[in-house]
């Protein structure tokens, strides 16, 4: 039997262990974010930028904002026009192109995992925030999203950060960060807005549970939809212009495959199955939630509107595939990229605690990730090269091995042919040529998005101060 001393010590043991514990917690964290960040500047530094951040480019290089306020209305990209002021602001500090336009990409996604491991410390043991926070780490995001030159992880992590400050809106500042964080959000991609939803699905149950209606986090909310309604003019004629035949037409083998997409499996099973399971373990964690809310219960799981957030967060696909059909626009699976985080917040918050195995869920979810996560970064930089290869070098090569060097270059896809105008040498450009045909392209590919986006940048060339574009003339180097 156990003395008076005995007991006292063993209490005095189990606060420092937790402190322990939390501390190393911390540590790693830290490791991780680090680590990921030199992954993604070293990712950034090799890896050739693709047909939609050479977009971003031409639009950031506008020699004055009147240029890029004109491409903008042109329907020259179709980002918002705050996107392009920040990577304006942003490239200046780097040298290196490749890394100064995916430097806020690579930023973002530090900051998405510091949001996730606050938010569910916030409710849980900080092993398993730890656990949480390395899931973005398996899935798309960290994989390409991350490390490109668009707004999609700056995205991530607004939405993220929101998420820490729906957990303390009761405090004014932090609803007014609510609000803020929001409205960068739509500033930064106009989908951003399908990831409102579930934070005015939780305060609907805040609501329906307390009859306490929160002024402050309502308006806050609801100011994420000001710069959506700013914008819809120009939403309107990218509609009027793109809509018609667009590329991404919603289905839903798209809205199901992109839980798939999010953790790089090409079957459409596995990403199903993790979105399943994530959605049950909320629903059930609700439900206990619920039962056990009287007076005196230890409070094991999150509050319910948390756990609707992940759950909302969960569904952004099918969201998204309903309303991109009623709207008829389109729909790819980086639209709703924000839904990842409903798998770590599903993780973290419907895992209950348990004092007794307090460690052994967040070490067998430790274990899971790493069996994952290993052998994923042995074999990336096992293939890891450290030199940037430029694209346009083979295809100058096999040009030159025909042996006519008058002839123009008839480049068929779009994407290529913005690719190599980029990367060629300038003596190339004018021998790239790519035709625009948007009726041939809808009667052969079912689309015209392409074509007639190559068409709004030749209309508005003449203010393009890039070589790639400034050079495109009447016959060749262009898009005829």
């Known amino acids: ?40 500047i070293c990712e950034a530094l090799v890896r050739p930028f693709g047909y939609d951040e050479i977009c971003t480019v031409l639009m950031v290089q506008q020699e004055h904002l009147s240029r890029l306020w004109q491409a903008f209305v042109h329907g020259a990209d179709g980002q918002p026009l705050a996107y392009y002021l920040l990577e304006r602001s942003a490239v200046g500090f780097i040298r290196n192109e490749h890394l100064a336009y995916r430097g806020i990409s690579i930023l973002g996604f530090a900051v998405t995992l510091l949001c996730l491991f606050v938010a569910v410390r916030t409710r849980k043991v900080a092993g398993l925030a730890l656990v949480s926070a390395g899931i973005p780490l398996v899935t798309i995001l960290f994989d390409s999203i991350c490390v490109e030159a668009r707004p999609y992880s700056l995205l991530v992590a607004c939405i993220a950060f929101a998420i820490v400050c729906y957990q303390r809106v009761v405090a004014r500042r932090w609803a007014v960060l609510l609000g803020l964080s929001l409205v960068l959000a739509e500033s930064l991609h106009y989908f951003a807005v399908f990831a409102f939803l579930p934070f005015l699905l939780a305060e609907v149950v805040q609501y329906g549970m307390t009859r306490q209606m929160r002024p402050n986090v309502w308006i806050a909310l609801l100011s994420g939809f000001v710069p959506l309604a700013y914008s819809m003019p120009v939403l309107t004629a990218l509609k009027r212009n793109f809509g018609a035949h667009i590329w991404s037409k919603p289905t839903v083998e798209i809205a199901l495959n992109s839980y798939s997409w999010y953790f790089l499996t090409y079957e459409s099973s596995p990403g199903l199955y993790l979105a399943a399971i994530a959605s049950v373990a909320v629903l059930f964690s609700m439900l206990m939630t619920v039962r056990k809310a009287s007076p005196g219960a230890p409070p094991t799981r999150a509050p319910v509107p948390e756990l609707m957030l992940a759950l909302g967060l969960l569904s952004l696909p099918l969201v998204g595939f309903t309303v991109a059909v009623l709207t008829h626009g389109g729909m790819i699976a980086k639209y709703m990229v924000p839904s990842l985080l409903g798998f770590p917040l599903a993780l973290g918050f419907a895992i209950p605690r348990l004092p007794r195995w307090g460690l ?75 035709v625009i045909d948007p009726e041939q392209a809808v009667i052969y590919t079912g689309n015209d998005s392409a074509d007639k986006h190559l068409r709004f940048l030749r209309s508005i060339r003449s203010s393009w101060s890039t070589p790639a574009m400034a050079d495109w003339g009447a016959t060749g180097g262009r898009a005829a």
Not at 16 to 40: G, P, Q, V
Not at 393 to 413: I, Q, Y
Request: aromatic share 12%.
């Open 360 to 434: 052994l869920l967040p070490a067998v979810s430790a274990g899971l990730l790493l069996g994952v996560l290993v052998p994923q970064e042995r074999q990336y930089w096992s293939r890891y090269k450290g030199e940037f290869v430029s694209p346009a070098v083979f295809a100058e090569k096999f040009v030159t091995a025909g042996g006519h060097p008058d002839l123009p270059v008839l480049v068929s896809d779009p994407h290529d042919f913005m690719v190599l105008q980029h990367y060629c040498d300038k003596s190339w450009q004018k021998r790239f040529v790519s």
């Open 1 to 40: 039997m156990p003395t008076i001393t005995e007991e006292k010590q063993g209490r005095i043991e189990l606060p420092a262990r937790a402190a322990l514990a939390e501390k190393s917690a911390f540590f790693a964290l830290a490791i991780l974010i680090a680590y990921a960040t030199a992954r993604n």
